[in-house]
């Protein structure tokens, strides 16, 4: 709540003294929000004559609103789809453009007195299927698993169903929650519970190690892991525009992708792309 109230704040502010000021607007990923907002704040306070408004909503929510042309810029936790790309050229006569801006190991969250440590893709797949049930089965304790997934506006929840189930559905009985915030908050009071998201996120809960198959070693969604290749449900997160960034715009992008953004992207808990 904070950080939305700094936000606001300043917005409000640097409208009522700088009528003139540029104003970015930014939607989309609530996996990406924390980091968005941050940028913001830090971005705004170096450049007085800047309005920055961010806001969540989901990667589908923002991707709409790019191709309505109500955001600037779109924060999105997978890539753009072609179907969407599709209707941007409709809309505006460009297939919008693509960038990259922080990387991100999709972190599973177990409560912390739970004591499964490691789980394979295989098991991370059957317990969001509906094929286990319970903790016992993939070597944990006699205890019902309880499933908490994000709605199917968010990036996090396509990818995870892509890369992870395999394009299969996730079984009824899993609680859509809002945010990744709420995700972690559901997992840190449920002792059965297990839910995914960003790596910033994981506070109160515990991230576990996950396995490419049985035969592969486990790793932790660290840096060295997420960035060597080696943790097995890493991603990009982007941001997408219309078309290639002018002005203000531009130079809010290329802050972003210098030592400053990107060493903030290290301070939220994600990882930098250089």
């Known amino acids: 709540m904070m950080r939305w109230s700094a936000v606001a704040l ?7 003294g700088a009528v003139s000021a540029e ?7 609530d996996t990406m ?7 913001a704040e830090e971005y705004m306070k170096r450049n007085k004559d800047v309005v920055i408004q961010v806001t969540g909503g989901g990667t589908g929510t923002g991707i709409s609103a790019l191709i309505n ?11 753009m789809k072609d179907s969407e790309r599709l209707k941007i050229q409709e809309k505006h006569g460009s297939r919008g453009v693509e960038i990259r801006v922080a990387l991100d190991g999709i972190a599973i969250y177990l409560n912390e007195k739970n004591p499964v440590k ?35 506006n968010s990036g996090t929840y396509v990818y995870f169903k892509d890369e992870v189930l395999m394009g299969e559905d996730f079984v009824a009985k899993a609680q859509n929650m809002p945010g990744t915030a ?14 995914y998201g960003g790596s910033a996120y994981g506070k109160g809960i515990k991230e576990i190690a996950v396995r490419k198959d049985a035969d592969s070693p486990a790793y932790a969604p660290t840096m060295d892991n997420v960035r060597g290749g080696k943790y097995p449900i890493s991603r ?14 531009k130079t809010y992008v290329d802050w972003i992708l210098g030592d400053e953004g990107q060493k903030l992207v290290t301070d939220v808990g994600y990882f930098p792309i250089r």
Do not use: H
Not at 10 to 16: G, I, K, V
Not at 70 to 76: K, Q
Not at 120 to 145: M, P
Not at 241 to 248: I, L, S, T, W
């Open 10 to 16: 300043m917005t409000a502010m640097l409208t009522a």
């Open 69 to 79: 042309g109500t955001t600037d810029i779109c924060n999105a936790s997978r890539p």
């Open 33 to 39: 929000v924390i980091l968005a907002q941050r940028w």
């Open 182 to 195: 709420a995700v972690v908050n559901a997992v840190s009071k449920d002792e059965g519970g297990i839910g």
């Open 118 to 152: 490691e789980l394979t893709l295989a098991q991370i797949k059957d317990i969001y299927t509906g094929k286990a049930t319970n903790w016992k089965q993939v070597g944990g304790q006699d205890r019902k698993i309880i499933l908490y997934s994000r709605e199917n």
């Open 23 to 29: 104003k970015i607007t930014v939607k989309g990923s």
């Open 236 to 249: 990009f997160l982007y941001m997408y525009v219309v078309k290639r960034p002018e002005g203000a715009l």
